[in-house]
T-cell receptor
Framework: DTGVSQDPRHKITKRGQNVTFRCDPI?????LYWYRQTLGQGPEFLTY????????KSRLLSDRFSAERPKGSFSTLEIQRTEQGDSAMYLC???????????FGSGTRLTVV | GQQVMQIPQYQHVQEGEDFTTYCNSSTTLSNIQWYKQRPGGHPVFLIQLVKSGEVKKQKRLTFQFGEAKKNSSLHITATQTTDVGTYFC??????????FGQGTRLTINP
C-alpha cells in the first residue's frame, strides 16, 4: 500500500461547473477525512467518514458539496456549481483506531476561473 | 468551536540557528499532534503528545506538552535546510476530527 491517493492532482474548472474528486485511503484505515486548505492557512475540516457512514459534516460545507464513501473504501467529494471561492487545495486523510495521526494524500488543487 | 492559536506565523533563521513554534488553547486538551508540510507538499504527521508535561524528542526536534495541557511547543535545534516548511499543531475538535492551527512557516538562510 503506497499511502493515500488522490485524483486528480490539479483541476481547473469554469465557474458554475461541477467537479468530483476521488480519494483512496490506506486500505486498513476505517476513518476518512476531507479537509480544505487555502494559501497560508491550516487545513479546515469538511467531513468525516467511519467506514461508509458520514458521521460529521462541517457547517463550512454548503449544500453544493457532497461526499460519499460507498462500501467504506474510496471516497468522492463533489462540488456543484463551483464558485471562485471554492478554489483551494482539497486534502483527504485517513486514520484508524489505535493509530496516531492522520495520513494525508497529496491533495487536489482546484482552481475555479 | 475549538480553536488553537499558533505563533509566530513566520520565522526566518540562519542555518544552524534554533527555531521554536508555540501552540496555545484556551481549553484543556486531551492530546495535541504536530505536522510538517513542506512547500508544495501535504501535511505529514510528526508526533502526538498526551500526558501533562510530556517531552518527546525526534533527533533535533523536541516536542513539549504543557503541565496544564493547554499549550505545546516544537523546538528544532541547529536548523538545517531540510527543516524548511510549515509546522502545524492540531487538536481534537470533537468526535474524531482535528482542528489545525494556522501554522508557523519556517524559512532558512543557508
Amino acid at each position: 500500500d503506497t499511502g493515500v491517493s488522490q485524483d486528480p492532482r490539479h483541476k481547473i474548472t469554469k465557474r458554475g461547473q461541477n467537479v468530483t474528486f476521488r480519494c483512496d485511503p490506506i486500505s486498513e484505515h476505517n476513518r476518512l477525512y476531507w479537509y480544505r486548505q487555502t494559501l497560508g492557512q491550516g487545513p479546515e475540516f469538511l467531513t468525516y467518514f467511519q467506514n461508509e457512514a458520514q458521521l460529521e459534516k462541517s457547517r463550512l460545507l454548503s449544500d453544493r458539496f457532497s461526499a460519499e464513501r460507498p462500501k467504506g473504501s474510496f471516497s468522492t467529494l463533489e462540488i456543484q456549481r463551483t464558485e471562485q471561492g471554492d478554489s483551494a487545495m482539497y486534502l483527504c486523510a485517513s486514520s484508524s483506531t489505535g493509530v496516531n495521526g492522520y495520513t494525508f494524500g497529496s491533495g487536489t488543487r482546484l482552481t475555479v476561473v | 468551536g475549538q480553536q488553537v492559536m499558533q505563533i509566530p506565523q513566520y520565522q526566518h533563521v540562519q542555518e544552524g540557528e534554533d527555531f521554536t513554534t508555540y501552540c496555545n488553547s484556551s481549553t484543556t486538551l486531551s492530546n495535541i499532534q504536530w505536522y510538517k508540510q513542506r512547500p508544495g507538499g501535504h501535511p505529514v504527521f510528526l508526533i502526538q503528545l498526551v500526558k501533562s508535561g510530556e517531552v518527546k524528542k525526534q533527533k533535533r526536534l523536541t516536542f513539549q506538552f504543557g503541565e496544564a495541557k493547554k499549550n505545546s511547543s516544537l523546538h528544532i535545534t541547529a536548523t538545517q535546510t531540510t527543516d524548511v516548511g510549515t509546522y502545524f499543531c492540531a487538536v481534537p475538535g470533537g468526535a474524531q476530527k482535528l482542528v489545525f492551527g494556522q501554522g508557523t512557516r519556517l524559512t532558512i538562510n543557508p
